[in-house]
Nanobody, 125 residues
Framework: VQLQASGGGLVQPGGSLRLSCAAS????????VGWFRQAPGKDREFVAA????????HLGDSVKGRFTISRDSAKNTVYLQMNYLKPEDTAVYFC???????????????????WGQGTLVTVSS
């Protein structure tokens, strides 16, 4: 499975961005696609994930109420809509693919087998 993340950029506080994660390869079966981020000097942080089985979004505590995750199955693409961005959202955002992930594993980056190259989001005035 190959993942291509895109959509990052520079945005002012309070602004919005939409990240895309396009997957190619064997994406059948039950799997999850997650978004994680890592800021300089900080640990990797779970942002959001969506499972093929239930289609519902799971969000990290720091982004609830501001970010949403969705998917377009026909395009094999997962989107991360980020609204009301804050300077502390500045990070490299990675999407990841995890076959067979169960709900209790969805926030753990080690559960994902395939990772995209990352896209930089900078929130600054």
């Amino acid at each position: 499975v190959q993942l291509q993340a895109s959509g990052g950029g520079l945005v002012q506080p309070g602004g919005s961005l939409r990240l895309s994660c396009a997957a190619s390869g064997p994406t059948s079966g039950n799997y999850a696609v997650g978004w994680f981020r890592q800021a300089p000097g900080k640990d990797r942080e779970f942002v959001a994930a969506i499972r093929r089985r239930d289609g519902g979004g799971h969000l990290g505590d720091s982004v609830k109420g501001r970010f949403t995750i969705s998917r377009d199955s026909a395009k094999n693409t997962v989107y991360l809509q980020m609204n009301y961005l804050k300077p502390e959202d500045t990070a490299v955002y990675f999407c990841a693919f995890g076959p067979g992930i169960i709900l209790s594993q969805i926030r753990n980056g080690d559960s994902y087998h395939y990772w995209g190259q990352g896209t930089l989001v900078t929130v600054s005035s």
